[in-house]
């Protein structure tokens, strides 16, 4: 069973370069319960529903079909759980079979921890399974299909972090799925997804405690949206080109902002980041100098926050740029939990993550700090 790939650092940076020999595949029934192609009923989705503690839910559907951008939201859904249970999935492999960095010094450790993770990953099988059933009834163009996945981790502590992380980003992004259920007019689809929101909340404050952290980050979750999501998803664990229906899903994938500071610590202070000079050279919209982009913060609820670029370095001959910009830690009102960076092409001001989104041309860098 390969192992989790090394991560960089204790932060989620986007862009890392993944390389493994033997990514994750769904072929060959890799669950051994036929998921993602599970009937409903079948004795498989009894024995996933035992192992989740709980039922897909069997209300009615709603009223009318869902308008096509919510159909958009529930294919990300679906997009994003299929890579959370092919995680769970791996590490769950990994611990059974002691591969070095998930060893346990005793075994009542480890199978407290195998059961926990079991229902887990069984739990978002039925997330899953719950939004695909919806793509596939009022969709069209069929179910989404799972890609091929690489996890830059290679030890218990940094996949545990990183699910926190990626938890953190889906917490933020129901939030937008939320809100535009209900701006689409969708509100039967709303109670099912808040719902969802709660049990990930409760999985987050356990990956946090076993990282010595307070369970509940901060009051109000970072919010997020889409784009944001479907972009890390795609920088950092798809295979590119291992996904045979992905067109499917009407989201942009934004090109990467790395984040270069290593290490970063609760204060305020300059951050370095790079970005890659696109096919045909700097656009004419960025300024040969690249003052036509900025960098926005989005941490909490709180407005995001707008900051020039500084010390830009544009190297032609490796088409990269690299630039440092101010982090404007405040404890008591900015930084903590997650924080998502995000280069746009115009200064603002921005009223919310979703404004930002529709600017961004590098993104998402993903910061935690608590």
Request: with cysteine; hydrophobic share 40%.
């Amino acid at each position: 069973m390969p192992s989790f790939i090394a991560l960089a650092s204790l932060f989620w940076l986007t862009c890392l370069s993944l390389i493994s020999a033997a990514p994750f595949s769904y072929g060959n029934n890799r669950l051994g319960n036929g998921f993602p192609t599970v009937a409903n009923p079948s004795a498989q989705l009894t024995a996933i529903e035992a192992a989740a503690h709980g039922s897909l839910p069997d209300g009615p559907a709603p009223p009318s079909a869902p308008s096509s951008n919510s159909i958009t939201s529930l294919r990300l859904i679906s997009f994003n759980e299929l890579t959370e249970v092919a995680f769970f999935t791996e590490l769950i492999a990994n611990i059974t079979n002691n591969v070095a960095g998930y060893t346990f010094d005793a075994d009542r450790s480890k199978q407290h921890m195998l059961t926990i993770l079991t229902a887990i990953q069984a739990q978002e099988e039925l997330h899953e399974l719950n939004a695909n059933e919806a793509v596939t009834k009022f969709g069209g163009q069929g179910p989404v299909q799972p890609c091929q996945y690489n996890f830059p981790v290679d030890n218990l502590k940094d996949a545990l972090a990183l699910a926190s992380t990626f938890t953190d980003v889906v917490l933020g992004t129901l939030q937008d799925v939320q809100n535009l259920f209900g701006t689409d007019g969708d509100i039967g689809l709303i109670r099912g997804v808040a719902s969802v929101i709660g049990q990930e909340g409760e999985q987050n404050g356990f990956f946090r405690f076993k990282a010595d952290k307070i369970p509940s980050a901060v009051p109000f979750l970072t919010a997020s949206t889409r784009e944001f999501a479907f972009s890390a998803l795609n920088q950092n664990f798809v295979v590119p080109g291992s996904c045979p229906n992905i067109g499917t899903i009407d989201l942009p994938i934004f090109d990467p902002l790395v984040i270069e500071t290593q290490n970063i610590q609760p204060q305020s202070q300059n951050i370095q980041f790079s970005i890659i000079i696109p096919t045909g050279g700097i656009p004419s919209s960025w300024h040969s100098d690249c003052s036509g982009l900025s960098l926005v913060w989005i941490n909490q609820q709180n407005t995001p926050i707008v900051e020039k670029l500084q010390n830009i370095q544009i190297d032609l001959k490796n088409l990269r740029i690299t630039f440092e910009t101010q982090f404007p830690f405040d404890s008591a009102s900015f930084g903590n939990g997650l924080t998502i960076a995000a280069v746009t092409n115009s200064t603002g001001p921005f009223a919310t993550a979703d404004t930002v989104a529709a600017d961004t041309i590098f993104g998402p860098g993903l910061i935690e700090i608590n």
